[in-house]
């Protein structure tokens, strides 16, 4: 079966870990990575996503989605929580609503796509076959601040993307029961570049050290043992 990988690559250390771990079960040249422009105010993201990519000799390609809710992630005027995620209660400031969903059904259209025979532009080639790779990891589903990230959700979404493309393409999330320590050893076993990696909501020069991104990755490299070069600005 001839198998091609899709991989959301926002460029932060959840997203760079999966698609390591996509080039290390495909190869490089069997992995596309696709990040996505919706407008962030972080846009920084977009440069590391590139970067990371070009660490791993995978094809990278930017898509857009306009019009979407405005919220701390995509309006500069709304204020970005500088406390932890554990702090957060409820529906986080930082949720863009169903922004996973749109996600996947943007990339399984792509990869559905590729799956069709290109002769005929209408049929499924026998021998092809996708699989979507998402970041999506335990912290973020904690205490439902990010719904989109849970098991269940990532599980209907996947089955409804399997359904939805003659059973072609498959939604993989291998990071879905991690934590960031976990994700971080992983990822320095299978030589994620961490220096070209941007975790910080604001997209400043620096990360900026209290947003609770920021605050993740400095407390998941502590736990994981393993040196931060992150330059932060608090």
Known sequence: MNTRAFCLLSGGIDS?????????????AKVEAVSVNYGQRHQRELSAAKN??????????????EDMPRTALTDDTKEIPRVRY????????????????QFLAKMAARASAWCVEQEQGSNYAADRSAVIYIGTHAEDAANDAYPDCRLDFIGAMGAAIYIGTYHKVRVSAPL????????????????????LTWSCYLGAAQHCGTCPTCRARREGFQKAGIADLTLYAA
């Not at 760079?16 to 490089?28: E, Y």
């Not at 990519?53 to 857009?64: C, D, P």
């Not at 209660?89 to 949720?95: A, F, T």
């Open 16 to 28: 760079s870990t999966v698609l390591a771990i996509a080039v290390a079960a495909f190869g490089a």
């Open 176 to 195: 879905i029961e991690s934590f960031k320590a976990e994700i971080i050893t992983k990822g320095q076993a299978l030589g994620v570049p961490w220096d």
């Open 52 to 65: 990371v990519a070009l660490h791993f000799a995978v094809q990278h390609n930017i898509i857009y989605i």
């Open 86 to 101: 554990a702090d957060i209660k409820g529906v986080s400031p930082s949720y863009v609503p169903f922004r996973n969903g």
